[in-house]
């Protein structure tokens, strides 16, 4: 965080100085990028508002910061706006304006209208570095165009711009967020023998490759390897492994590293908690898993609406319902509101209970708070229904 209001200050003090040190565009803009990187971007607004009224011409990094400012606050259309008022000034954008909007349209997946921005300032004579490239290959992963992102990596190597460590990482993470392993895997060998090393995060997304296809193996194996390359493995790296363990009911590895973690002093936030509760719920150990749930507030931690769901899913499975209502209402009482997920996930249970009287009332109760059935929770219903086990109102009322 930039102290802002010293600079401000500073420049009221200017401004009451001789015209010799009256603050000028430069001045204006430094204190504007400092207001827009700590996301203070009224602020920066206001100042910019000021600096014009005074006669001050803003230039390419005023326009530059503000986007930039507001596309950290996911406000595309201001984005756009202002890179129209900017051009339509005569203030042509530079590669940095160009690639905070190719960033910024990619993240709200919006690839298309990157593509766009990108074809735009290639026209312009302003040649993509990294990393705008590296930014248009991040949006077809998370879209899953992962063909795409192959062609943008390739289309890096073929313009001579440097693939980089991170570049490589955004690709292999796509492919294992889309359980292509063997391309991320192919992604990981390439990118050693350009002579790039791994780092942790490299290290962390191929493991989550391993442990999403079932082949926790080869994440262990992984995970030693790191170590053995000097590359230590960070709370993520091990939350990911954790993750992987519990998923694939490998409780006892589970159990053994969670204690390594504890040993070791990492910081165990609620996530990690959850993780492992989620696993002990997984394999069935429903008393350890109440035991941790309800220990969570001597570790200086409050469950929230994914633990609460984690909980009432395990207690569901093991059959406790009556359980798991009480834990829901526990919830509200603790204000931590119940989401989609949380209903869904204890209609279902009381389904698979056969209780359909509370899960119709669930249903109600879910309706009313503005949620809908998902997926699964229509499946079942509607396999109930075929076996005439629910009112067939029922159906209409969750397709409402």
């Known amino acids: 965080m930039g102290n802002n209001t010293a600079a401000i200050q500073l420049l009221r003090k200017m401004e009451q100085q001789s015209r010799d040190c009256k603050p000028n565009v ?23 508002s000021e ?49 905070i909007l190719v960033d910024t349209l990619c993240k709200e997946g919006m690839v298309v209208e ?21 930014s248009l290959m991040d949006g077809y992963c998370l879209r899953g165009e992962m063909e795409k992102a192959k062609e943008v990596f390739d289309l890096m190597i073929s313009k001579g711009s440097g693939v980089d460590v991170h570049s490589y990482n955004i690709l292999m993470n796509g492919y294992c967020k889309h359980k292509r392993i063997d391309d991320a ?26 442990c999403k296809v079932g082949r926790i193996q080869d994440a262990q194996k992984l995970f030693s390897k790191m170590q053995a390359c000097g590359q230590l493995p960070n709370i993520q790296t091990y939350a990911v492994l954790l993750d992987g363990l519990c998923k694939n009911q490998q409780l006892a590895m589970a159990m053994e590293l969670f204690r390594e973690m504890e040993c070791m002093k990492l910081d165990l936030d609620i996530v990690i908690y959850g993780t492992l509760i989620e696993g002990l719920c997984i394999a069935g150990k429903i008393a350890s898993a109440r035991d941790h749930f309800y220990g969570l507030s001597s570790k200086g931690l409050e469950p929230d609406a994914r633990t609460y769901t984690i909980m ?19 919830m509200e009482d603790k204000c931590r509101s119940p989401n989609d997920c949380t209903y869904n996930t204890i ?6 209970n056969d209780e359909t009287v509370k899960a119709v009332g ?39």
């Open 26 to 48: 430069v001045i204006y803009n430094i204190i504007i990028d400092s207001l827009c990187k700590d996301t203070l971007v009224p602020d920066a607004f206001e100042l910019f």
């Open 51 to 99: 600096m014009t009224s005074r006669g001050i011409a803003p230039d390419v990094i005023t326009y530059t910061s503000l986007i930039h400012g507001v596309c950290k606050l996911g406000q595309w259309k201001e984005a756009t706006r202002l890179l129209n008022e900017m051009v339509g000034k005569d203030i042509l954008p530079n590669l940095v304006t160009f690639s």
């Open 114 to 134: 990157a593509q766009s921005v990108l074809e735009m300032m290639i026209q312009r004579g302003i040649k993509p570095d990294t990393v705008t490239y590296s």
């Open 185 to 210: 895997t192919r992604v990981f060998q390439e990118m050693s023998d350009s002579g790039l090393l791994p780092n942790t995060i490299t290290y962390t997304a191929l493991m989550d490759g391993f």
């Open 312 to 330: 009432i899913k395990g207690l569901c499975d093991g059959g406790l319902v009556t359980e798991a209502e009480k834990l829901l209402r526990e």
């Open 347 to 352: 209609i279902r249970g009381f389904l698979n």
């Open 362 to 400: 669930l249903v109600h109760e879910m309706m009313e708070r503005g949620f809908s059935a998902d997926a699964w929770t229509m499946e079942l219903i509607i396999g109930l229904l075929s076996k005439d086990k629910v009112d067939p109102a029922l159906l209409s009322l969750i397709e409402k």
